[in-house]
């Protein structure tokens, strides 16, 4: 099955730094969202992006599909962005294929 | 309600209980799914149903035992589960079996002592 590797595992910044997270997948894809888990386990939505660039706020992110990354910006971080981000993805077979799920980037902000 | 919701939010069981898990999704979807994630490990699909009928099974236990009734609801029932089934277990659905956005729920903690 396809594989997604996330980079960095783990990311301690002071507040107001800017921050970049990386996915890396090893197929082609459908579907490739980014979320941030919160404290109480809920995955919030922040990107349905399989290729192009998207932006929301301090929060941005671009896929590059033919060379199978996407890349999740953070600007002007704030205590409250805390948690693990996940890229998670589906290929191209088609059908009900579910999503694959990378390990996620533990991100603190300190203040 | 919009959104999808899961009931119960934490769940406490022995290992000869019998429990259910209830997903309900408000979006119009056409597929709904079960994951699981275990402390320290990525999540994992366990089941997918495509217009109400199951398209994927990944090795899961037979002690997991899905079922959806409608394209809106769907359910995870629990028999003599393992302390290590223990986990945060997310319903998610999506339009057109996976290819376009999916929404998680908020998770039932599920504890198995």
């Known amino acids: 099955g396809i594989q997604v590797e996330q980079s960095p595992p783990d990311l301690i910044l002071q507040e107001g730094a800017n921050s970049t997270l990386r996915c890396n997948f090893s197929d082609s894809v459908n579907n490739l969202q980014w979320f941030h888990q919160n404290p109480w386990g809920q995955l919030i939505n922040l990107f349905y992006?399989?290729?192009g660039t998207k932006q929301n706020g301090r929060l941005s992110a671009t896929t590059v599909a033919t060379e199978r990354y996407s890349l999740l910006y953070i600007s002007s971080s704030q205590t409250t962005d805390s948690g693990v981000y996940f890229c998670?993805?589906?290929?191209?077979?088609?059908?009900?294929?579910?999503?694959?799920f990378g390990k996620g980037t533990h991100l603190i902000i300190q203040p | 309600e919009t959104g999808v919701t899961q009931t119960p939010r934490h769940l406490v069981m022995g290992m000869t209980n019998k429990k259910s898990l209830k997903c309900e999704q408000h979006?119009?979807?056409?597929?709904m799914y079960w994951y699981k994630q275990s402390a320290k490990k990525p999540l994992e699909l366990m089941f997918v149903y495509s217009l109400e009928e199951r398209v994927e099974n990944n090795s899961v236990p037979s002690r997991f035992s899905p079922e959806c009734p409608n394209s809106s609801h769907l359910f995870l029932h629990l028999h003599t589960l393992q302390p290590e089934d223990s986990a945060l277990y997310l319903c998610a659905s999506s339009q057109e079996g996976g290819i376009t956005e999916a929404f998680f729920g908020q998770g039932t903690r599920l504890t198995v002592v």
């Open positions: 992006i399989p290729s």
């Open positions: 979006l119009g979807h056409n597929a």
């Open positions: 998670a993805v589906a290929g191209s077979g088609g059908g009900a294929d579910g999503l694959t």
